[in-house]
């Protein structure tokens, strides 16, 4: 047979099974992208890896000039979704009742004790848009684990049954992290019991 192909999409590690035509691995076949954003996965990715905590909207003002309309937008976090489900992207709360995603391959220095020290100056209010506030740092394994299983939360709609948890606690990219069913257990709950406050105060 064939020799294994992975997922068009860059920051998908899936397998793509199946006929020559299939280009996209079973999570992601259905997943219905607009031309403007599928053409500019790459572009999207680079932007993420260049910068700190992004919201769609950053994205959107950013590449695509403010001009992305609402399915485009909906696209763009389709294929957010995807990249919080590979990992690649973790969600770090909200800011303007928007998400906020890190990227997890952040290309950001660390130098923060290199940056200039800010004058306690008062300055002439500004003119153009304030600076965004970036974040330079880099996730810690206990907050990547903790945004995959805040996806399976999600993925889950807050319930699930014995196997699936047992599927969970044996994903490799779980087990790697090392911690006990016990501690995996522990902030699963956590996270289960966040989900459902957040879905009841709708
Ligand atoms: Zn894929």
Known sequence: MGRKRTCELPFCHGVVEGTKNKRRC?????IHLHQIISKSVRRIMRYLENHGEVTANDVNHDLFKGELDKNEKGSM?????AMVRENYLVECGKKDGLKV????????????????????VEEQ???SQPAPIVIERRLSPEEILLGKLRE?????SGQWNHEDWVWLLNRPDIREFGMSEN???????????????????Y
């Open 26 to 30: 079973d999570n992601d076949r259905n």
């Open 101 to 120: 995603y890190c990227c997890t391959k952040n290309n950001k220095p660390e130098n923060i004790e290199e940056k200039e020290e800010v004058p306690e």
């Open 183 to 201: 501690d995996i257990g522990r902030l699963l709950e956590e996270e289960k019991a966040r989900y459902w406050l957040q879905r009841n105060n």
């Open 77 to 81: 976090y389709r294929l957010f979704q």
């Open 152 to 156: 399976f939360v999600h993925m889950k």
């Open 125 to 127: 209010p500004q003119e």
